[in-house]
């Protein structure tokens, strides 16, 4: 386990020797980019900039949430609505290798324009070990290509700086808890966004129907949790699947798509078991995203694999 405190102090003169002049920080939210943002801050001060993509693949209220989060957390930032170009990147691509590749590239081609306008070549990213684990290399299989490393395209004119990049998912919760950021605990969200759980080609309205599924997820796990119900699980989310199925909705008969409920605990993000949720709370879900998306979801799944053999998300 780090020294947070060493951690910082290691970090912030590293920052400061590798970045000359100016840098732009990929603040996505989450806890690792965030903890990154922070220490560019204490490092370099107005010289570094947070920047906040809304790609339109995110959760429900997740561009509000990050605002008041960022504020809590004291971090100066900007904000760039970037549907239309990461929508039109996935367009027609349903393989998820080659999705991870595309939000990549459009992450850094959108972060190229953002440092030329701050005068900067360097790109602060909240990259950690697992990231670059599981994208492969050398002797290591690719597990699933990481957005912010292998979708890195090999012309990018960034210098990428990476300060957390030798820490594991448990050692930067304990640094978040000594930078002071709040809810230091709280769930990851992967950096492709739902793009990952949307299963086969990804469209506004696909995307549209998994945020749905996914807030009622979390809204239930969430107040079952707070009833002492089940224990917080480290991650618990839907993903649409690329397959159809046949439903009844009052005397009809409808064909729509099939939604799965995942919640896994872990430490590391390197292995995961899953949480026994119980059949009421997932009698709930069912119940709540068929009535809620019908006619588009007709049957709820729930996956008990634990990883290995799968990984946390799906894709």
């Known amino acids: 386990m780090i020294d947070p405190a060493a ?7 590293r920052l400061r020797r590798d970045v000359p002049t100016t840098a ?5 939210g989450g806890i690792d980019s965030t903890a990154a943002a922070l220490l560019a801050q ?8 947070a920047i906040f993509v809304d790609t339109g693949l995110l959760r429900a209220g997740e561009v509000e949430r990050t605002r008041a989060y960022f504020a809590r957390a004291g971090l ?23 999705k991870r590749r595309r939000i990549g590239e459009a992450f ?21 070990a697992p990231d670059w684990i599981e994208s492969g ?33 448990d050692e930067v919760r304990t640094l978040a808890r000594y930078l002071g950021i709040p809810d230091s605990d709280r769930q990851p969200f992967p950096g492709p966004g739902l793009a990952v759980r949307v299963q086969g080609p990804v469209t506004p309205e696909r995307v549209a129907w998994a945020r749905e599924a996914n ?6 796990v969430e107040a079952a949790v707070a009833r002492g119900e089940v224990e917080r699980p480290w991650q618990y989310f839907a993903v649409l699947l690329p397959v159809r199925a046949v439903g009844v909705t009052g005397d009809n008969r409808v064909y729509g798509d099939v939604v799965v409920v995942r919640a ?27 009535r809620q998306l019908s006619p588009h979801v007709v049957r709820v799944l729930y996956d008990v694999t634990d990883k290995p053999p799968a990984t946390i998300e799906w894709e």
């Open 264 to 290: 896994v605990r872990s430490t590391d993000a390197m292995t995961a078991s899953v949480v026994p949720l119980s059949f009421d709370l997932l009698g709930r879900i069912a119940q709540r995203i068929t």
């Open 42 to 49: 204490r490092a370099l001060g107005d010289r570094a900039r």
């Open 108 to 128: 850094i081609r959108l972060f190229e324009d953002e440092a030329a306008a701050f005068q900067t070549d360097r790109l602060i990213q909240g990259t950690i």
């Open 215 to 220: 807030a009622i997820v979390e809204a239930e």
């Open 137 to 169: 290399g050398g002797s290591r299989d690719t597990i699933k290509t990481h957005h912010n490393v292998g979708g890195v395209p090999a012309d990018s004119r960034l210098v990428l700086v990476e300060p957390l990049r030798d820490l594991y998912k």
């Open 76 to 98: 100066a930032h900007r904000v760039v609505d970037a549907a239309p170009r990461f929508f039109a990147a996935l367009a027609g691509v349903a393989d998820p290798e080659e």
């Open 24 to 28: 732009i920080v990929a603040a996505s």
């Open 7 to 13: 951690f910082t102090r290691d970090a912030i003169e």
